[in-house]
T-cell receptor, first 116, second 110 residues
């Protein structure tokens, strides 16, 4: 049990629609990252938020955007959905004072998005 | 060239076998390395860190060769419960993200 909760667990959208995925974590986990994992691939880094500001971004277009709230919960928004956006979206959090290079990221179970 | 490359397998081995996974990374400036384990339809979980001096945790041994930019994971005396996908991971230069390989699938049978 990582203490990271994601919702919804599964959803189906059609091309061109918009989707919002949510993540909540243990108290004090003030760094949150989002990853996309396509079938048969490893997770790919989308972006990271720290204290409500984006402080790192992977190779994803601007239609992927995020928010982090004062309670450290987070959202991933994807606009103009494409078929290739079908994937498992993973949220990962770090405890206060922790760093990514310690590897102590706590992953949620993910939101599985299917775009038709 | 991909930043982290792994042989995807699958590796199919009997219980008790020893199996080795390999991984290469492209950025010679990389400083931190890990192996993660991912069960089917579940989230990745940290298995162990990887150091040049080697790192052993029970039946699992991880090794880093900086000169060759090569990372390995050895599993001895395989158990049925070891069946999973093993992901080789490197931290990006900014220290903000994990870069994952595609993963190597292991299936241990009785």
């Amino acid at each position: 049990e990582t203490g990271v909760t994601q919702s919804p667990t599964h959803l189906i959208k059609t091309r061109g629609q918009q989707v919002t995925l949510r993540c909540s974590s243990q108290s004090g986990h003030n760094t949150v990252s989002w990853y996309q994992q396509a079938l048969g691939q490893g997770p790919q880094f989308i972006f990271q938020y720290y204290r409500e500001e984006e402080n790192g971004r992977g190779n994803f277009p601007p239609r992927f955007s995020g928010l982090q709230f004062p309670n450290y919960s987070s959202e991933l928004n994807v606009n103009a959905l494409e078929l290739d956006d079908s994937a498992l979206y993973l949220c990962a959090t770090l405890g206060r004072g922790e760093r990514v290079d310690t590897g102590e990221l706590f992953f949620g179970e993910g939101s599985r998005l299917t775009v038709l | 060239r991909k930043e982290v490359e792994q042989d995807p397998g699958p590796f199919n081995v009997p219980e008790g076998a020893t199996v080795a996974f390999n991984c290469t990374y492209s950025n010679s400036a990389s400083q931190s390395f890990f192996w993660y384990r991912q069960d089917c339809r579940k989230e990745p979980k940290l298995l162990m860190s990887v150091y040049s001096s080697g790192n052993e945790d029970g039946r699992f041994t991880a090794q880093l060769n900086r000169a060759s930019q090569y990372i390995s994971l050895l599993i001895r005396d395989s158990k049925l419960s070891d069946s999973a996908t093993y992901l080789c991971v490197v931290v990006n230069q900014a220290g903000t993200a994990l870069i994952f390989g595609k993963g190597t699938t292991l299936s241990v049978s009785s």
